[in-house]
């Protein structure tokens, strides 16, 4: 008898990838009982210069799945709320009482959870490149890897049978998980859009700064485009500048003018020498702004989770957030069942429960990120700098006008409704600052053009997240919208 991809299959799962998401889903189906191999391309550190700042939501998520203490031993910073800056005014956006993100150098962070994850029962972690999934009918039923000739400590998995080629290996689970981040390697098997980027950050480490406000993230809200500023560790501090595509080149030095000509004059005096000081000691290295809004996929026997399926500005830091809150949702979902081979049960349990559940809050998220970089920035519509203006005097009112927003931003309150709210309210605090001190005829078309605007940025980010569908109607119906061609 010929064995079935079933016989041959020694995990229950397969995870490609071992970045945050991978790492936190391979521990929380281990802790279930279920055999998990996780499959990532280089464990060596990480280097990167975004994923290093958490929402409190996302800490909260990390704790409910038993890996805060990831936080431990890498000079993890507190994060107690965001200070807003413009040239002429800063306003100050604590977190809720109680609650605190966390800022960090994104590998070390990122090899706690692996080690985390490697020692959690039935979890193996190894060393490989996925090369392709295998395939049976319209299944997933595995997927083949490179073993990794540079690392002894990367030996193929348990199981796994090796091909004609020594080091090619195929292993298979009935369910692969697949979170090979922002540059998935899979994603256009399973979704037809690709990511869109139309800026990138620029990062640098910043040795002996002092923030203006430690222990806060910082926004400063420059000219084209925003800058970012968190502390890395105790003694370093991230800056990153958002640089509108097209980026300039880094070969011939034309980058490093532009931040020390066009970005350094708009930091404040207290950190514009550390600042100087990084751009000449260390290259400045620079990482696509992408969004990728998540588009259901129906093939049995995989699922893409994280940056490989769902992306937004990293402005807000809500990254790790909707990912570790896809896990906590996906790995509660399967949690009743005994196995994953019935594989008819599982689709029908991914898109008939965990879409639908995790849509309102992921939504809320990847709109906010897109919406509040687009009021900031404000560099490609006359009418948005007043907009600007107006959401810096909206925060400024105190009370729901800045702890609705930041409830939002920290990811503590994940409704639509209430993001959609906020941003329409910040708009007729523009129209506000428009009309006065008297409305004329010049500036009620200003304010017109301000709310049109306003409705021009949030409406695409909803008709793509698939939530309040009455927004665009009502938009359209007072004329601030166009209607879409047929």
Request: proline letters at 8%.
């Amino acid at each position: 008898k010929r064995p079935t991809t079933s016989d041959l299959a020694m995990h229950d799962a397969i995870v490609v990838g071992g970045g945050v998401v991978g790492c936190a889903l391979a521990f929380a189906l281990g802790n279930q009982g279920r055999r998990v191999l996780v499959i990532e391309r280089d464990l060596s550190e990480p280097d990167r210069i975004v994923g290093e700042l958490m929402q409190p939501a996302g800490v909260d998520r990390l704790t409910d799945l038993g890996m805060a203490n990831a936080f431990e031993g890498i000079d993890a910073a507190m994060c107690y709320g965001y200070q807003i800056f413009t040239p002429t005014q800063s306003t100050h956006l604590p977190y809720p009482q109680g609650k605190t993100g966390r800022s960090f150098h994104h590998g070390r962070f990122v090899n706690n959870l692996r080690r985390l994850a490697s020692k959690a029962p039935n979890v193996e972690l190894i060393q490989g490149t996925v090369t392709s999934l295998i395939e049976e009918g319209t299944s997933v039923v595995g997927v083949k890897y490179k073993t990794s000739e540079a690392s002894k400590e990367a030996p193929a998995a348990e199981g796994g049978n090796t091909s004609e080629d020594a080091s090619l290996v195929c292993s298979y689970a009935p369910l692969t998980f697949v979170c090979d981040g922002c540059n998935s390697n899979f994603r256009r098997i399973f979704v037809d859009q690709k990511p869109l980027a139309t800026s990138s950050f620029v990062g640098l480490v910043l040795r002996d700064c002092k923030p203006p406000k430690p222990e806060h993230g910082h926004v400063f809200l420059a000219n084209p485009s925003p800058i970012l500023l968190y502390q890395l560790s105790p003694t370093e501090a991230r800056l990153l500048v958002d640089v509108p595509n097209p980026l300039p080149s880094a070969a011939n030095g034309d980058l490093v003018r532009y931040l020390e000509t066009h970005t350094g004059p708009q930091l404040p005096e207290s950190i514009r020498p550390v600042f100087l000081e990084a751009l000449h000691r260390e290259r400045p290295r620079s990482m696509p702004n992408s969004k990728l809004h998540p588009e259901p996929h129906a093939r049995p026997g995989v699922m893409l989770l994280g940056d490989s399926w769902n992306m937004r500005h990293p402005l807000t830091g809500g990254g790790m957030t909707v990912g570790l809150s896809d896990v906590k949702l996906i790995t509660n979902l399967l949690k009743g069942l005994p196995d994953f081979k019935d594989q008819a049960r599982i689709v029908d349990i991914i898109h008939k429960k965990f879409y639908p559940q995790r849509t309102g809050y992921a939504a809320t998220i990847n709109i906010l990120a897109g919406a509040l970089y687009k009021v900031f920035a404000a560099n490609d519509d006359p009418a948005l700098p007043a907009m600007r203006e107006g959401c810096m005097s909206y925060f400024n009112t105190g009370g729901i006008c800045a702890r609705g927003p930041v409830a939002l931003l920290s990811g503590l309150d994940g409704s639509s409704l209430t993001l959609v709210t906020h941003f329409f309210a910040v708009a007729f605090f523009g129209v506000a600052r428009v009309l006065w001190p008297f409305p004329t005829l010049s500036r009620l078309r200003h304010a017109h053009r301000l709310l049109s605007a306003a409705a021009n940025i949030v409406v695409p980010l909803i008709m793509r997240e698939h939530v309040l569908r009455w927004v665009p109607v009502l938009c359209r119906l007072l004329g601030l919208v166009k209607k879409e061609k047929k």
